[in-house]
């Protein structure tokens, strides 16, 4: 989970990139933020009801449908190709608050949940922090490695979600 948050970039930096760039006018971007939150709304809710059918699995679809926001948020130049990042960025969101707590829970006894959530927090907090503060430098250096860095981080996540479960299920049992 700590891949995904490190090349899930804020916001904020998807904004900057667009009113840098003129892409959008400067009243449209909390349109587009709207967008993306109403986006997560609905992937919200579609990948919980998925997690309880599928499990880790859903975390896994779920990156690969959003890891490529980038390549459209940031690497596209048409308002139509930009909002399908910006869809992608709030399908990413809405995994993420979501299935990815949802997770924890199912990995966690009841006694230990509460200090799992933390220490769930703790890391995917200092990995969207450390990432957000790599990518922001690169952006200024290459949007291209910018937006590999950005993919590539989230589709490691991706055998790491696979192992993660299989592992836990092997201890368990399951």
Not at 115 to 132: I, Q, T, V
Request: hydrophobic content about 55%; aromatic content about 16%.
């Amino acid at each position: 989970i700590s891949c995904f948050a490190f090349g899930f970039v804020d916001f904020p930096l998807v904004t900057m990139h667009l009113a840098k760039n003129k892409l959008f006018d400067d009243s449209i971007l909390p349109l587009l933020y709207s967008g993306a939150m109403l986006v997560d709304a609905v992937a919200a809710l579609f990948f919980g009801w998925l997690f309880d059918k599928m499990r880790t699995k859903a975390l896994v679809i779920s990156t690969a449908i959003s890891a490529f926001f980038a390549v459209f948020a940031f690497g596209a130049t048409s308002p139509g190709m930009i909002m399908l990042g910006v869809a992608l960025w709030g399908v990413g969101m809405g995994a993420q608050e979501s299935v990815m707590k949802a997770a924890v829970a199912t990995m966690t006894s009841k006694e230990h949940r509460a200090s799992s959530y933390g220490a769930f927090e703790f890391f995917f907090g200092l990995a969207w922090f450390l990432g957000s503060w790599l990518l922001g430098a690169v952006y200024d250096y290459s949007l291209n490695t910018f937006i590999i860095v950005s993919v590539a981080a989230q589709l490691i996540a991706l055998p790491c979600y696979l192992l993660s479960e299989r592992s836990f299920a092997d201890e368990n049992g399951r």
